[in-house]
C-alpha cells in the first residue's frame, strides 16, 4: 500500500509539469511518460525503493530549476550508436549538492526530461 501510495504521488506531481521552458538550451523541455518511468526504473529493472525516493525527492526540489538557473551542459550521442539520439546533462551545485538533471532528444524531436541525480566531482 505504501508503494502504491508513493507512486501515486511521484505521478500526480510529474503529471502535474507538462512542460518547462530552459533558457540555458532556449528550448521547452517535455515530461512525457519516459522521464516518469525512469524515475522508477533502470532499463527495465524496478529501482529500490530508496533509489526511486531519492530521485524523487531530487525531482521535486531541484526540476523547477532549469527555467532560471544557469547550469553547465554537455551533451552526448547514445551510447548504443544511434545519433539520432542525444543525452543533454545540466549540471549545477545547489548549497553541498551537486545536481544532473538529464534531458533526451529522439530524432529531432522534442526535448524531454530523462533523469535526475546527485553526483560527485
Do not use: W
Not at 82 to 88: D, G, L, P, T, Y
Amino acid at each position: 500500500m505504501i508503494k502504491n501510495k508513493m507512486h501515486h504521488k511521484i505521478k500526480e506531481f510529474y503529471s502535474s509539469i507538462k512542460s518547462l521552458y530552459c533558457k540555458e538550451i532556449n528550448s521547452y523541455v517535455y515530461f512525457n511518460n519516459s522521464g516518469l518511468a525512469h524515475l522508477h526504473r533502470k532499463g527495465g529493472a524496478l529501482r529500490s525503493k530508496q533509489d526511486q525516493k531519492r530521485r524523487f525527492e531530487l525531482f521535486r526540489k531541484y526540476i523547477k530549476s532549469i527555467s532560471h538557473d544557469r547550469y553547465n551542459i554537455t551533451t552526448r550521442n547514445s551510447p548504443k550508436g544511434n545519433s539520432a539520439c542525444v543525452f543533454i546533462a545540466l549540471e549545477k551545485k545547489f548549497d553541498t549538492r551537486r545536481i544532473k538533471i538529464i534531458l533526451r532528444q529522439i530524432n529531432k524531436g522534442k526535448i524531454h526530461f530523462f533523469s535526475i541525480m546527485e553526483y560527485d566531482k
